[in-house]
C-alpha cells in the first residue's frame, strides 16, 4: 500500500469512527459516506471494499446500507495515528527541519578528521554508518535557511567526544541525523572550533555525495535534518 493509499484508507476510517463505527456496527450507506470523505459514491464504495479487505472493518450489505463495524486492527491504526498526532503535537520541537542550499568548495579539512579512529568509531556506533572521509559543505542562500540553522543548537544531537594525540586537542562534534535529497542517509556536523561561519553547512554520509547525487558547486541541495528522539 502506497502512502497516498494509506492515508485515504485513515481518513476512511476517522470517518467511520466518527460515525460511530469504532464502538459499535453502524448502518452507513456509500451515498452518505461520501459526502463526509467528499468524494463520489463509488470512490466511498472502493474504499470499503480495501478496507474490508485489509481487515481494518467487516462489513455486510443490507437494503437499507452497509452494516459497518471498525474491527481491532483497525482501531489499532487509530491509534496509532492519534499516537502520532499527539507526539508531534506535545514535542518541544518539530520532527524535522528542511534547510536548502547551494554546493560549494570547502578547505579540504574534512577527510583528514574524519579519518581520524577515533572520531571514525564514534561515527559508526553512533550514527550507524562509516562516514565517507570527507564533507559536503552547503551555503545556506536566505535568511530563513540561516535561522533555521541556528535554531538547530537548541535540538538534541547526537554528540562524538574529543580526544587528544601526541601533537594536539580535537574538540567534540554535535551531529544531526539528516536526509540528503530525500534519498541518503547522513548527518550535518558542526564542530566547536571551525573555520565556517553558520551559514555554511557540513554534511557527512556513507557514500561521496558530490559523485552519488551528481553536484557541482552552485547546484541546489535539501536536506532534512531530522530531530533525535
Given amino acids: 500500500m502506497n502512502a497516498k493509499h494509506e492515508w485515504f484508507h485513515l481518513f476512511t476510517l476517522l470517518k467511520l469512527a466518527e460515525m460511530g463505527a469504532h464502538r459499535r456496527t453502524a ?3 456509500t451515498e452518505y459516506l461520501a459526502g463526509k470523505l467528499g468524494t ?4 466511498a464504495s472502493r474504499y470499503l471494499i480495501e478496507l474490508d479487505k485489509n481487515g481494518w472493518i467487516k462489513r455486510s450489505i443490507t437494503p437499507e446500507g452497509c452494516l459497518i463495524k471498525i474491527t481491532d486492527t483497525g482501531i489499532k491504526e487509530l491509534q496509532k495515528l492519534y499516537s502520532n498526532l499527539h507526539s508531534l503535537m506535545e514535542a518541544s520541537h518539530p520532527p524535522s527541519i528542511t534547510l536548502e542550499g547551494t554546493v560549494v568548495s570547502g578547505l579540504g579539512e574534512g577527510a583528514y578528521y574524519i579519518a581520524k579512529e577515533q572520531y571514525k568509531k564514534q561515527f559508526i556506533d553512533k550514527l550507524g554508518f562509516e562516514p565517507y572521509p570527507g564533507t559536503l559543505n552547503i551555503k545556506l542562500r536566505t535568511d530563513y535557511d540561516v535561522k533555521a540553522r541556528s535554531e538547530l543548537e537548541a535540538y538534541p544531537a547526537v554528540e562524538v567526544e574529543g580526544f587528544k594525540n601526541e601533537d594536539r586537542t580535537f574538540g567534540s562534534v554535535k551531529c544531526y541525523p539528516a536526509i540528503i535529497e530525500n534519498t541518503v542517509k547522513g548527518a550535518i556536523i558542526t564542530a566547536l572550533r571551525s573555520h565556517y561561519d553558520t551559514s555554511i553547512v557540513e554534511i557527512i554520509a556513507p557514500v561521496f555525495l558530490r ?12 536536506v532534512e535534518v531530522l530531530n533525535v528522539p
Avoid: A
Wanted: net charge positive.
Fill in 40 to 43: 463520489s459514491q463509488q470512490t
Fill in 27 to 29: 448502518k452507513i450507506s
Fill in 211 to 222: 559523485k552519488h547525487l551528481r553536484l557541482k558547486d552552485g547546484h541546489k541541495v535539501k
